[in-house]
């Protein structure tokens, strides 16, 4: 079965394990594994995907890193993170000069991985080990590190393939920037169901015409696409002409309800990078009154609290401040 499609390039579940187990074996010899960072600064493609699942098969964890960062952003979190691998590309090096890390070049250094055995590595990693590690912008102050352990990946995936019901049929979309905790969400669950994960190019991306020409071409099931972005989807003519069970969204606040009847469930969702991408879920129905749709109930093992000033719980209807609880945290 295929597991992801990149522009002409696709990779069957076979060579998709294969790949990420020689580079897991590599990365083991290089000291990775639990609690140990892998820095991955790599634009949406396939390798990036096996840089990211090779390391969780090490026992490491992930640091995903956008290449389009300022050079001195990305030096910051790699030495922040302390990073002792890198794993990059030919597109991506001249952006990492000042890296100190030891970097590995997932298209020069193909025939060093390709020594490497194919078979599934032993894995040391426990449930509360770092799965990956994800920064904030940094817009109040210094970016910081976010730290999430396996349990809280794991519980998202699991509520995300229950609710959703994802199989092997389904065509998902990766279009998130790595460095934004909602990759992880466009990967993770498909992967672990057997379906395949789809990547469009930048351009794609640019023109909401283009990305529901691409949907439908593509026949794509489930997509997550940031609130802006889905707004501007669904004021468009052809979404109505899309193979879509299911579209998520979140990011922003989704400023009011669809006005029209859609042939898929519109899916509005909350949550910091803190609490694992997702914390609270709601479908969204159509609405003529343009209220904004709330932002819905906890996901499975999340604790949602409305609480005062002096964190005391405060009674319906009373403005307060959301605190978060829960594995995911």
Not at 30 to 41: Q, R
Not at 207 to 231: G, H, M, N, Y
Not at 257 to 272: D, I, M, Q, S
Request: with cysteine; hydrophobic share 40%.
């Amino acid at each position: 079965a295929v597991a992801a499609v990149f522009e002409d390039h696709q990779l069957t579940y076979r060579e998709l394990n294969g790949k990420a187990n020689q580079l897991a074996h590599y990365l083991l010899t290089m000291g990775i594994g639990p609690e140990k960072l892998v820095g991955i600064c790599m634009e949406r493609s396939l390798e990036m995907i096996v840089g990211m699942l090779g390391t969780l098969k090490a026992g490491g964890a992930f640091v995903p890193l956008d290449p389009k960062y300022p050079a001195e952003r990305l030096t910051f979190m790699l030495e922040d993170a302390q990073a002792s691998v890198l794993l990059t590309d030919k597109r991506s090096m001249d952006r990492l000069s000042q890296v100190g890390s030891q970097i590995i070049c997932m298209d020069d250094d193909g025939q060093l991985l390709a020594h490497h055995s194919q078979e599934n590595p032993a894995s040391a990693a426990r449930p509360e080990n770092l799965a990956y590690v994800i920064y904030t912008s940094g817009s109040s102050g210094l970016p910081k590190g976010v730290e999430i352990e396996h349990t809280g990946l794991v519980n998202l995936i699991t509520w995300h393939q229950s609710v959703f019901q994802v199989t092997g049929e389904d065509r998902a979309t990766q279009l998130a920037s790595p460095a934004f905790d909602a990759s992880v969400w466009e990967i993770w669950p498909y992967l672990a169901a057997g379906a395949t994960v789809l990547i469009p190019d930048e351009s794609t991306l640019l023109s909401p015409v283009q990305l529901i020409e691409w949907l439908i071409a593509k026949d794509i099931t489930i997509t997550f696409l940031p609130t802006p972005l889905a707004e501007s989807i669904l004021a468009e003519e052809g979404v109505v002409d899309l193979a879509l069970r299911i579209l998520l969204t979140g990011g922003d606040r989704l400023r009011e309800a669809p006005r029209k009847e859609l042939p898929f469930l519109l899916v509005n969702n909350y949550g910091p990078t803190e609490n694992t991408v997702v914390s609270t879920w709601t479908p969204v129905t159509e609405s003529g009154h343009g209220s904004p749709p709330p932002i819905g109930r906890p996901i499975f093992n999340t604790q949602l609290y409305v609480l005062d000033p002096r964190g005391e719980p405060v009674p319906v209807g009373v403005p307060g401040e959301l605190y978060v609880g829960g594995v995911g945290l």
